[in-house]
Structure formats: structure tokens, C-alpha cells
């Protein structure tokens, strides 16, 4: 592979190395922080150039980036997020479109674009990102490269700035298998785990319906192994076997659901500086805003009862070695470029996207993306959700997987 | 009882009313809001006046208040918080100390101070508080009232200002059982349960060990209806048998890990405000930010891993309908103006205290606090504790308990 620097790549907003000062489990790996994330001494600028100004820098690392310095691990700099972390497309209006290197002419994906990048670009061995609605797993679908978004809850967000603190985590993106296993056990504080087989694994017929027809086949070959490697454990079912109210089955009911969360959160989280600063966003983000302020407010206690309602229903429906298998995007990544506006119908990108990754989101389950590589067509990636805390025994899982790398 | 007026009780920051639109579960109910949570178009003042000075009002209600509203309780207003959310004592610096009205010479406990005040004193049904490390279960077992902290993220935080996110949880202070199942329902989005037994109550002997010789007297009572109450379920165990690797079976080590967390996390969240603008702190709270300020942060990784592996522990020892019973607090409410000075040998009122409280907020468990009411003594509470995510189970026999009221 060519090697790519980093002013190619366009992933970092700063550089700098910050080195270790102990040896641990992550000695000689190097990670980039997404710029929503606290690095002490520097401005935490959530890809927005007045809450740059406006902010102070942090005094202190978040959490997170204190325990990979603690295990060893060497932080590289900064990358470019998504303005506060809004929208699944990584093109930010102010800073530019990190580049997606397996899919030049394609976005790399938000709001951890510049994490993604970084990492796909081989400048990092993985990279720290936030994850509310996708924001880890989208990338990693687009830039071919694994990404973990983890239980609610269980890393700390203390020094990330929230965006909706009942859906928001802090995730990793990794180039390999190992490596993501590897971070994502130092944040969660996990033992080491042996390699676990899971119960059952179930394929969500509605999840893969969402897809494009040429993801649905690039989709194929991997569920083909997913069923050799699990055999008999592997059921195809409907979403209307775990919820059996639903008359529907539409993954769309999630993301309606997320979307008033998200809209109700984050107005709450931001809304008041907007209204005090009046700050200048690029077109999409100050429609997203336009949204939150918008959203009729007495939506939320019905949908918070739903939300509710399909969280317990996951964690009745899944024992705690079950997996849920989905496509973690139905489309490709789109052209740079290409979505101007966010297209509201149920049909449209932002709608089905939302409604895959909504799962893991409304109903608080670790999930990790999986890259696909075949020779002729973008990166797309495939998903495994566990239950809710049962993240190690979902990466004892992702471990000891063939991975999906179909050479022809 | 002599009825208390809004300014004898010096609960409120500022009073409003703030009708319902709708009608529902809570119709006639009346609470009131610790000032560390939005309410639209007031500023959160979150107990400090650089604070409350330097932040714009809010543009929306948080999440919790809108849920309440939507359910049909009118709100009454704001209340007095500790600055920040800092301290047990309830006694604000720059907005006084409200009154706890069954030991008017006693501190109310903080840091949801008002919202235990305004409750006991009669002025409102139930009240938002705030608990990272005991804030909403201190005052109620200080003003003679119940108080839940509910398990970690169920709640949402949205519109809440944060203090250690990993540890922050919106609860409830209530003049009633029943008004605390309520409550709590409509955030926690719960269906209405039935009364419920527990299959095991795990009376923690370390824990009641902790409290002062007055204190165990007046728990001698309520343990022994505990006992016949729930029978042949109570088990007195030591902590070492939930942590068969603990040496000493102390809960101290539950506030180490606690103090390091909360110190490194609020730092994320308030360090780079204080460092910015040097605002004004009581003498109490200027010593906490210190504190924060200089934890040697080398220890946030280790700490972490105690904290899940104690999270762990806790999960694997209870099953989903065993109760822990500890002591509330170790000591009645300090008299005021006592504490002038954080004390941080193991036998202190702090630490005390926080090895009580830390338990529920290390471990990330539901607990609730039950007033004790003797004729003469001052309050004192008692708690359940719950399995992680079993609030419903903990609320369930709550609302089928006899209470603790020992007239003589």
C-alpha cells in the first residue's frame, strides 16, 4: 500500500506526540484522539471554530486518554470531528474531509471522520471517537476498518464533550482485529478473555432488507462464512420475534425513536450556547440545529417510555452469549459531496443508516463493526451487537473471528 | 405539624409555577428542581453566583423535568444546591443553609439540599435531586424523608450540569413512599409493578459497624422488623463474602476508588471553567476543586479497573431480586456550621459517610433510603440497595414496606 501522510490524509486538526509514562499492554501502539475528547493543555474545538474560540483549553485528559497513556500507548494528536459531533458523513465545512484512503472519492464517514481516517491511512494503529448514533461505526464501515462502540455507560465520557449523554460513548476505531480488542479491553477494564463461541447468533432479515443491492451482495459472502464459522447457532429471524407488538418490523421505529432522543439531548447539551453565541455552522449542522430546537418537546416522555420498552426487550430476547448480526450500513459510503441536504424520507440514506445503528443506541448494546474487503467495490462493514454488558464476551467473539478479506 | 413557609425554609433559589400541559399519573402532585437541572428560561445556577452569572439561561427544560410536567406535575421552582454538587452538608457559602425542619440546629445534607428541604418541610410533594456520592440519599436520611439514587444512565442527564459523569444520577427526595414509586416510574419509564419480595436481603455487618453508638441504637429497631418482615430471606453477611479477595472487607476501600473517580472526573468537567475565570468558592468547595486539581492522575487507570471489577462483584453476588440493607449515613446530621473543615482520616464524618454512599456509586446500583422516625432522635435513614437495573424490583418493595415510624 502507498503510504500516505498526514497532510494527505487531512485527519488531524493538531499533531503532537504525547509519549507514555509507563510500559503496559498497549507499548508501542500509537492512537489520534477525535477532537470532541479532552488532550490536556490543548482546545478541545468539537470541529466548530467559535466553540474553539469561545473555550478554554482543557486543563486535564479525559479519562479515556489517561488510561491508554497509563497502558503504554503513544497519542499522536487530534483529529477532526464532525461539528459537535453532528451528522454520519465526515465532510466538515470549516476543516475539510479527511480522506477516506480505500475510497478516495467517497466521505469517510462522521462524526469520527478524522479518527477513521487516521487510522485507515495507517498514520495511527487506532484511534479514539465518539459514538451517539454511529459515529464510530459508520466511519469504520466506510474506511474499511474495525470500530467498536461499547455498552452505555461503561467508559467513562468524563472530559467528551455530549452531544445526547443517554446514547453517547466513547469508542475505537482499529485497523486490526487485535488491536481494537487490545484498546477497547484497556478502557473497559476487561480481563483478559479466552476466545468464546456464542450461543446463537441472529441474522435480522428487516436489517439486511435495508441494504442497496450491491451491499446485499458484497453482503453475501460474509454471511456465508459467519454461517460456516457459527454452523448451527446461526438463525435468520424478523424483528418482529423480539418485539412481538410490533406489526411492522421496521427498524424505522428505532430511529424515530433516536432521533427525538437525540434532538431532545442535544438541544439540552448545546442549545443554550447556540442561542447565547449565535455561532456560525455549516449548512447541514445548523439544519440539525435547527431540528433539536424545533422538536416538540412533548414527544419526549412517550419516547423515552419506548425507548425503555425496546431496551428491556433486547436484554429479555438475548442471553448473555447471543449476538445480533446486521449490516452496519446499507450503502456504501456516499460521494463527497453528494448530500447536500438531509433528506428526510424513510427511503433516503440518513433514515435506513440511522435506523441500523439506532439498535445499539436506543437499547444501550455494545456493537463492533467488521470490514469487509473484496477487490472490487468500497469498504462496507458487518456488525456484531451483544447484550447489553456483555462487551467482553463480544470482543472474545470479534478475536477469534476468520475476518471477512475475499480476494479474487 | 406547624406548617413551614418558602422563606423560613430557605429551600428555593427562585419560585415559580410551572403547570403541567397535560394531565397524567402525577396529576396534583407538586416538585420542585435542584438548580443544577434545567428549567427553560431560568439560568442553572448550579449554587454559585460566578456560575450562574457567566452561563446563559437555559432554552429547555431537561429531560427529567419534561417527563414529570408530561405526567402531569406542576413544578414550584428551584432549589439550593451545594456549589457544583460538591459537599454533604448542604450549607451554601453564598445562599445559605435550608432549613432541615426536624433538627432545625442540624444541616440539611447536601448537596440536593433545597429539594430535601422544600420536601420535609412540606412545601412540595417530591423533588429533582441530583447523586453522584450521595447527594439526594444524605438529605433524606438527614430531613427524614425517602430518596432514591436510581442504577447509573437510566435516568437521563440531559440538561443536568455534570460533576463526574460515571457517578451521576438524577433521583428523587419524596414525603412518601408511594410519591417516590411514582416518581421514580415516570423517569425510569416503568410499568405499574406489583408488591414484591425479595428472594434475599444481605444485611452488610462492615456497614452497619461504621455508625456512631446513638446510631446503631436507634437501627436496632428497624432491623428487627426488616427480620420479621421479610423472615427467613435476611442473611447477615460480611462484605468479604461479596469480595472473597478483600483482606479487610472494608468499605473505605469503596470511597478510595470513589475519590479518585470523582476527582478526576469533575476536573474534565469543571477544571478548565475554574482555570479560565477564577470564580469565588466557599471555603469547603475551593478545598474540593483543589483536591480534583491535584490528584495524581497516574492513579485514574488503576482505580478504573477496581471500579468495574467491584461492579462486577456486585453483579455476580446479587442476583435480580436480592437487597443489600445498609445504614443511610453512619451519623445523624452534623450540627451546623460543625464540618468547617474536610477531614479525611477513615474515621471521619466523610469518609464515613462516603464509604456508605460509595458502594451504590462505585458499583452503579439502585438504592433507596427509607426514613426512620423515633420521637427522640433525629432523622436517620435506612436503604436497600438493588441489583444493577433493577429498579423496578427495588421500587417494588419499597411501595409494600411498612415504614419505620417508632412512636413511643
Known amino acids: 500500500m502507498k503510504r500516505i501522510s498526514m497532510d494527505e490524509s487531512g485527519a488531524f486538526i493538531e499533531r503532537f506526540t504525547l509519549a507514555p509514562a ?4 498497549l507499548d508501542g501502539l500509537t492512537f489520534a484522539v477525535k477532537d470532541l475528547i479532552d488532550v490536556a ?19 486535564v485528559n479525559a479519562v479515556c486518554v489517561e488510561q491508554l497513556l497509563a497502558a503504554g500507548a503513544i497519542c499522536s494528536g487530534k483529529t477532526i470531528t464532525d461539528e459537535m459531533a453532528f451528522s454520519l458523513l465526515g465532510e466538515n465545512h470549516f476543516y475539510g474531509t479527511p480522506l477516506n484512503p480505500r475510497a478516495p472519492d467517497r466521505v469517510p464517514g462522521g462524526s469520527s471522520c478524522g479518527s477513521a481516517s487516521a487510522t485507515a491511512c495507517g498514520l495511527v494503529d487506532f484511534a479514539l471517537g465518539t459514538d451517539t448514533g454511529g459515529s464510530v461505526r459508520i466511519p469504520a464501515s466506510n474506511c474499511g476498518i474495525y470500530g467498536m462502540r461499547p455498552t452505555h455507560g461503561r467508559i467513562s465520557v468524563a472530559g ?16 486490526s482485529a487485535q ?35 450491491d451491499v446485499s451482495e458484497t453482503m453475501k459472502e460474509p454471511l456465508e462464512l459467519i454461517r ?15 418485539d412481538q407488538q410490533s406489526e411492522s418490523g421496521l427498524l ?5 425513536i433516536y432521533r427525538v432522543m437525540q434532538r431532545a439531548e442535544s438541544e439540552s447539551c448545546l ?28 414527544l419526549i416522555k412517550a419516547n423515552w417510555e419506548l425507548r425503555e420498552k425496546y431496551y428491556r426487550l433486547m436484554n429479555s430476547f438475548l442471553g448473555s452469549k447471543d449476538l445480533i448480526c446486521i449490516p452496519t450500513a446499507p450503502a456504501y459510503a456516499p460521494l463527497k459531496g453528494s448530500l447536500i441536504k438531509r433528506e428526510s424520507s424513510p427511503g433516503g440514506y440518513y433514515a435506513r443508516t440511522l435506523s441500523l445503528t439506532s439498535v445499539a443506541g436506543v437499547a444501550r448494546l455494545p456493537q463492533t463493526s467488521i470490514p469487509i ?9 458487518i456488525s456484531f451487537i451483544g447484550r447489553s454488558d456483555e462487551d467482553a464476551f463480544l470482543l472474545s467473539v470479534i478475536g477469534s473471528l476468520p475476518g471477512f478479506s475475499f480476494q479474487r
Chains 1, 2 share one sequence.
Not at 160 to 175: E, F, K, Q, R, Y
Not at 278 to 287: A, C, K, Q, S
Not at 373 to 381: A, F, L, N
Request: aromatic share 10%.
Open 373 to 381: 474487503e473484496t477487490p472490487d467495490s468500497p469498504p462496507i462493514g
Open 228 to 242: 460456516e464459522f457459527f454452523h448451527n447457532k446461526v438463525h435468520e429471524i424478523s424483528m418482529r420475534e423480539i
Open 22 to 25: 509507563v510500559s503496559g499492554v
Open 271 to 298: 442549545g443554550s450556547w447556540v442561542a447565547a453565541t449565535n455561532p456560525e455552522f455549516g449548512p447541514l449542522i445548523d439544519e440539525s440545529f435547527q431540528l433539536a430546537r424545533n422538536l416538540d418537546r412533548n
Open 252 to 256: 424505522y421505529d428505532w430511529y424515530e
Open 179 to 213: 488491536t481494537l480488542v487490545r484498546a477497547m479491553s484497556v478502557l473497559l477494564a476487561l480481563p483478559v478473555s479466552q476466545p468464546q463461541k456464542p450461543d446463537r447468533v441472529f441474522i435480522i432479515r428487516e436489517a439486511f432488507e435495508l441494504c442497496d443491492p
Open 41 to 59: 493543555g490543548y482546545r478541545t474545538g468539537c470541529g466548530n471554530p467559535d466553540w474553539r474560540k469561545q473555550h478554554p483549553p482543557a486543563t
Open 160 to 175: 467528551v464533550n455530549p452531544l445526547s449523554p443517554s446514547m453517547d460513548t466513547v469508542g475505537i476505531l482499529a485497523s
